[in-house]
């Protein structure tokens, strides 16, 4: 029975897209809705977790989660590594590029009429990759179960799954979740197709069409299938 098979563990939860200050009123954001991390964080606390979600939308926790609320991929990043837990989902999706400089006033359009189309420019900077950097940390003696989200779009290079396999490559966590974006797919919707690839790529388990508790659900199901003993 799953009634209560995560009690014990303290499990962390991102969700939600991060949002990159251009200035005071301005981000660089993207259309995650945060409702599959929602929906991780309540069943997971349904089974009896102790739960933490970490996230960047302003939805109301679910019964029984802690919350902890982010904007950017730094904030993000320093939520995550303060906490510590025995699970890790990483189902934010966090920028992997915010600008340089956040301007402290707002930009403004220039009326000089001897530049009448000049256009800021905003120069991006790289993210720290925070699942790669947990990935470093365990080979220090942390030992969180690391689950990575990967949204995909199939085309002329691979399929989602072939796009998912190389990410697990570089990004050798214990379960991927790869779901199908674009063409408004996924993104903010209720139901959605995910394959869950084992770490090192040896088997994928399809889930779906199914809506985000159900998968959410799957998800767990498979995290106490690798980790029986955490
Ligand atoms: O390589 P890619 O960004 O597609 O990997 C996606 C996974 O990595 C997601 O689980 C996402 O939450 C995580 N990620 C991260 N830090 C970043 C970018 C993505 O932890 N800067």
């Known amino acids: ?27 660089l954001g993207n259309r995650s809705s945060g409702k599959q991390g929602y929906a991780l964080a309540a069943v997971a606390a349904q089974r009896g977790a102790q739960v933490t979600l970490v996230s960047t939308v302003s939805t109301p926790a679910p019964p029984g989660c802690a919350l902890v609320r982010v904007e950017t991929a730094l904030q993000l990043r320093d939520a995550v590594l303060a906490a510590d837990a025995d699970v890790v989902v990483m189902a934010a999706a966090v ?22 189309d000049a256009v800021p420019v905003v120069r991006l900077v790289r993210n720290p ?18 689950v990575g989200f990967a949204a995909e779009t199939g085309d002329e290079q691979g399929s989602v799954l072939d796009h998912a396999r190389s990410k697990l490559a570089r990004k050798p966590v214990d379960l991927l979740v790869a779901n199908e974006v674009g063409d408004g797919v996924t993104f903010g919707q209720d139901d959605t197709t995910v394959h869950l690839l084992s770490g090192d790529g040896s088997s994928s388990h399809d889930i779906g069409p199914a809506d985000k508790t159900t998968v959410a659900h799957a998800v767990w199901d498979a995290v106490r299938a690798i980790a029986p003993t955490v």
Do not use: S
């Open 129 to 146: 990759d925070i699942l790669a950097e947990l990935l470093t940390r365990r080979g220090e003696g942390t030992t969180p179960v690391l």
């Open 1 to 27: 029975a799953r009634d209560r098979d995560l009690a014990g563990l303290h499990v962390l939860v991102t969700a939600g897209g991060t949002r990159e200050p251009l200035d005071p009123v301005r981000y």
């Open 95 to 116: 920028a992997d590029f915010r600008p340089e400089h956040a301007a402290t006033a707002k930009i403004k359009k220039t009326f000089d009429p001897a530049a009448p």
